[in-house]
């Protein structure tokens, strides 16, 4: 959002934020709206945040509106997360269909998507667009498809051997241990459990060098306490988030991300973008970036644990053996990656919405 906001104004225009909350330091060259909501539910702290941001929104004067929460009101919205209806049909029970809570995610979800909306949609991942199309007749022409966006500067290579000594000095592992590293808030979607599965299921003798780090904003407790149960707390190690994870990608001997559902997945093309060889679930919208750049392996739809342990214990396998005989992942996850580095330099929803919001005007002109 940020690197949008800044792009704009490079371009000569003026930029507002709206947010609950926001942490650091505030952009001078934008005008900031901070407008904390209180409320028993967090539906009710958005319904109040939309009342009062739009209450500001319509005494000013703003040429175009951009959402990266779903509402009423947007002329262009952020489509980064999952169709919520969809998810409310196929992972819930009907009884939560009847909730508060749904009805209003539902009722935001329409006034964006609906085919009567004329709200524009961008997104970077083509994987939700059926279930969007499925349940409110989404038209082609409102979905404006976004390269993504990896940061050439963050993910300038490193020299690999002072990253993998990095990374296990970092966590207190020793120098020849096998890395997996699973990143990302939220480790119940992200699968770290089914990763803890996998490094339990490991033969005794190939699980001894075997380590599992997990980097990310989330209570480790139910985490800490599975591995305890399976008898490999002495090989996982959770930690909180961390500004080096591009040096810490680059040192791992695996990155995975086994998520239960994911419509882009960032992190996958980030390992890519850091040379790690990747195991991913097909769940993830970006999985298929490692298929197609043969960057790794994907553990298909519906998922197994134990396709996931094979694929898990095949990559440690592959990855030790003589440097003439390891796969190509790393360098194909290298040459894939700098061909997106290229596709959109960090302009690419700048210059949408810019295209937009003229023709939004023009529209109006000529109206």
Not at 310 to 316: F, G, P, S, V
Request: overall charge positive.
């Amino acid at each position: 959002m940020l690197r949008t906001a800044n792009e704009l104004i490079k371009r000569g225009h003026q930029v507002d934020i709206f947010t609950l909350s926001w942490q650091g330091d505030a952009p001078k060259n934008i005008g900031m709206h901070v407008l904390p909501q209180k409320g028993w539910f967090n539906f009710t702290r958005y319904k109040r945040f939309i009342k009062t941001a739009f209450s500001i929104i319509q005494a000013g004067d703003f040429d175009y509106i951009f959402g990266y929460n779903r509402m009423a009101g947007l002329d262009a919205h952020f489509a980064a997360d999952p169709c919520f209806v969809e998810r409310a049909h196929t992972q819930r029970n009907a009884l939560y269909r009847l909730t508060p809570r749904y009805k209003w995610f539902a009722a935001c979800e329409k006034a964006v998507f609906s085919s009567a909306s004329e709200t524009q949609v961008l997104a970077v991942s083509l994987s939700e667009k059926p279930h969007f199309q499925k349940w409110y007749g989404l038209q082609d022409a409102r979905f404006h498809y976004i390269p993504p966006y990896l940061s050439p500067e963050r993910f300038a290579k490193q020299d690999k051997r002072k990253m993998r000594q990095h990374l296990r000095e970092a966590f207190g592992f020793a120098a020849n241990d096998f890395v997996y590293m699973l990143t990302g808030s939220g480790f119940a979607m992200k699968g770290l459990d089914r990763a803890i599965h996998a490094l339990a299921a490991m033969p005794d003798d190939l699980r001894a060098n075997a380590r599992l780090v997990a980097v990310g904003q989330d209570n480790p407790k139910q985490f800490v306490a599975m591995a305890k149960k399976l008898g490999v707390e002495d090989h996982v190690v959770i930690s909180k988030g961390r500004a080096d994870i591009p040096h810490l990608m680059q040192g791992a001997d695996v990155c995975v991300h086994p998520a239960y559902r994911e419509n882009t997945g960032l992190v996958i093309l980030e390992g890519m973008a850091s040379g790690a060889p990747m195991l991913v679930t097909e769940s993830c919208g970006y999985a298929v970036h490692v298929q197609e750049a043969d960057a790794g392996l994907v553990s298909p739809m519906p998922y197994q644990q134990s396709d996931f342990n094979a694929k898990w214990l095949m990559m440690r396998e592959a990855l030790v053996k003589g440097a003439k005989d390891k796969p190509l992942w790393s360098k194909h996850g290298l040459a894939y990656t700098k061909k997106i580095m290229q596709a959109n330099d960090g302009s690419a929803e700048a210059e949408i919405l810019i295209q937009l919001a003229e023709a939004k005007k023009a529209n109006g002109e000529a109206a």
